[in-house]
């Protein structure tokens, strides 16, 4: 085999020029644009009818029907009335609805939280979804306040599922497993299973936010 | 350079490797972070399928008038109107078809219709300020709209935002996700702003910044800017 110095050697310009633009569109070439902070002033842009409910009629796919409280809390144990929380979701049977909006359920909401920052999301509980590790029953999260320069995004859990084989729960560090799981509410009724979960953005609870890596 | 690429060529501060330094999540000049930005770093992850998967977006039903500020009410709205269009691409240069943005804005005196809005400038009884479209099958999209006002905020003494419009873009995965501010060229407010000053990077805070753009005018009508926005592709990491 033939050693070559360049990976262009001994091709003509016009081949090299060619590769070049191949490798420039193959490679990761442009910067992302840069994150800002939703800022206070954004019910009116996002939310416009007031949040967008996950379940918005009786069509609805399989499922247990729950509801998730709690409240997006800030460093000093403070309220924050200007979050929005948007989430997307699973059906009962695991299944994404990816194809077509369904009119009753689609597997993703938004909710902004009330001025004690608490927030009340009415949803079906996600099956163990079809992946290619089964992942225990989760909600996706972002959340957005003023005051959040990054996109913040995380997943919560429930505490009456097997989430001990979850793969992406296996990734964060166990200490703080916990943040991420929503408790069980002795309140519940036999229609509505009622959980609860609380956004600590910091402080010794600080609940933990990901990043995908490569 | 054998051809002109019209997306790549249109702006030479585009090129450059990817170490994207988004902003920290405490950035002490901008107050609110101070108790609000998470103190530990993001925890890093394989993500799944739910991040890589997102619905038909058919929560808004999108119509004719609802990327153009201007025609949302009886009369016409004050102030310059102008086009802000541009488009969605991941940052492979892979446009991203069919996102969902939605705008929201200031009126031209700096004045949001929210409630929570108590800058003692006029509402615009023919402005509300806010508004969506779907990129096409290319990542283009448009808007026609009012040039926001400057106004002042509480962070700090005589504190003013520079004039902005926010963005929130959805793409293709949960997790191609946007959320960002729009700047205005030779705005001398945007070096004293520690929202635009919490990005790092130079190159990506002037990427926040719109350009003008003849070609978008409408002659005698309105003045055209370009605001190209750049995802991570859909299913890897975002930096
Ligand atoms: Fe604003």
């Known amino acids: 085999m033939v050693h070559r110095s360049s990976p262009f050697e001994g091709l003509s310009p016009r081949e090299i020029m060619r590769r070049e633009q191949e490798e420039a569109t193959r490679q990761p070439a442009w910067l992302p644009t840069g994150t800002q902070t939703v800022g206070p002033y954004f019910h009116f842009g996002m939310v416009e009818r007031g949040d967008v409910p996950l379940i918005r009629g009786d069509n609805l796919p399989p499922g247990q029907r729950i509801r998730l409280t709690g409240a997006v809390l800030d460093g000093a144990g403070a309220p924050i009335n200007d979050a929005l929380l948007e989430i997307w979701q699973a059906d009962g049977r695991g299944r994404f609805h990816t194809e077509r909006a369904e009119p009753d359920f689609d597997g993703f909401g938004r909710f902004a939280t009330d001025a004690d920052g608490a927030f009340t999301i009415d949803t079906l509980k996600p099956g163990v979804s079809d992946d290619a590790l089964p992942a225990a029953p989760h909600l996706d999260v972002h959340l957005f306040a003023r005051g959040v320069l990054h996109t913040l995004f995380t997943r919560i859990y429930f505490d009456d599922e097997h989430n001990q084989h979850d793969p992406l729960l296996a990734q964060v560090p166990e200490e703080r497993r916990d943040t991420l799981i929503a408790r069980r509410s002795t309140t519940s009724s036999e229609d509505v299973v009622t959980y609860h979960f609380n956004f600590y953005m910091q402080g010794a609870a600080e609940t933990v936010f990901l990043i995908e890596q490569e | ?239």
């Open chain 2, 1 to 239: 350079m054998s051809s002109l690429d019209f997306d790549r060529d249109f702006d030479p501060r585009l090129n450059g490797p990817v170490e994207t330094h988004q902003p920290p999540q405490v950035f002490d000049p901008y107050v609110s972070t101070r108790l609000r930005g998470p103190r530990n770093g993001l925890i890093p992850i394989h993500s799944g399928l739910t991040e890589r998967t997102a619905p038909v977006y058919g929560f808004h039903n999108i119509g004719g008038e609802d990327n153009d500020l201007t025609v949302q009410h009886e009369g016409t709205p004050l102030g310059q109107k102008i086009i802000v269009a541009g488009r969605i691409r991941d940052t492979h240069g892979q446009p991203i078809p069919h996102a969902l943005i939605e705008l929201w804005q200031a009126n031209s005196a700096g004045r949001y219709i929210h409630k929570r809005d108590q800058h003692p400038a006029p509402l615009d009884p023919n402005f509300t300020g806010a508004g969506r479209t779907f990129a096409d099958a290319h990542g283009y999209y448009s808007f026609t709209t009012i040039r926001p006002g400057a106004y002042p905020w509480g962070n700090h003494y005589n504190a003013w935002r520079p004039a902005h419009i926010h963005f929130s873009v959805l793409g293709q995965g949960f997790r191609q996700r946007l959320i960002t501010q729009m700047y205005f060229p030779d705005d001398p407010l945007l070096e004293i702003d520690p929202i635009y000053m919490a990005n790092p990077d130079r190159r990506v805070r002037d990427l926040l910044i719109a350009r003008y753009d003849r070609r978008f005018d409408i002659p005698d009508n309105a003045l055209g800017f370009r605001f190209d926005m750049f995802l991570g592709p859909n299913g890897t990491p975002l930096e």
